[in-house]
């Protein structure tokens, strides 16, 4: 839909069903939170992740991400407001977009994923608790652990026969490489990734609702 166009005509189009309209967002960069809350309301964050898709396939998570200390405020502040709502027991994406106004930095929800999520898998090697263990310790009503990063890290998905670099990932120093075990290396199917880590000291995030 754009300007002018007819909405009545529009909906009658698709059998006047309920349906959502969802406008387009000219954003500065794609960002998201993962984090997870217990049964009992606690409630943990990781660092806000910067994504870049490629083909719209996930290509790399980064950490920190190049957005404010008030934007990332904000997109905690989202998480949390979001699994409580919800109810939601275990870890779980936030995708958000990041757009530029006069005021600053807008955050937009882009959507949410109720799982682990690939944008998180830099916390295997890069921060205090793996949002793997994070959910199984929130689904067992166990404490949460520890979110804070332990360096700037970057999440590369090998995609295809980027496997195939498998051993000079393994030789180079910083680098973890996680492979998923598929047997075939087809254009478009994610074959694993890889988790550079730089130690510079942890950062804790914003954890708390």
């Not at 349906?19 to 954003?27: C, Q, R």
């Not at 984090?35 to 490629?54: K, L, Q």
Request: glycine share 8%.
């Amino acid at each position: 839909m754009r300007p002018g166009d007819d909405l009545d005509a529009a909906w009658h189009a698709i059998g006047a069903q309920s349906a959502i309209l969802e406008g387009f967002v000219t954003f500065a960069r794609e960002v998201s939170v993962i984090a997870a809350r217990c049964m009992d309301d606690a409630f943990a964050a990781y660092d806000v992740t910067e994504n870049v898709h490629r083909d719209h396939i996930l290509h790399t998570s980064t950490v920190p991400a190049a957005v404010s200390r008030q934007a990332s405020d904000h997109a905690h502040a989202i998480a949390c407001k979001i699994a409580g709502a919800l109810s939601y027991v275990g870890v779980f994406a936030v995708e958000l977009f990041i757009s530029s106004v006069a005021s600053g930095e807008r955050v937009i929800v882009n959507e949410i994923a109720p799982r682990v999520h690939n944008s998180g898998h830099w916390t295997q090697d890069g921060a205090v608790t793996s949002q793997f263990e994070q959910h199984v310790r929130a689904i067992a009503g166990w404490p949460l652990g520890d979110p804070a990063r332990l360096g700037a890290v970057q999440m590369i998905n090998l995609i295809g026969a980027d496997a195939h670099d498998w051993a000079k990932i393994l030789a180079e120093p910083g680098a973890h490489l996680h492979l998923y075990g598929k047997d075939e290396a087809r254009a478009g199917r994610k074959m694993g990734h890889v988790n550079r880590l730089r130690l510079d000291g942890r950062v804790s995030p914003t954890s708390t609702c």
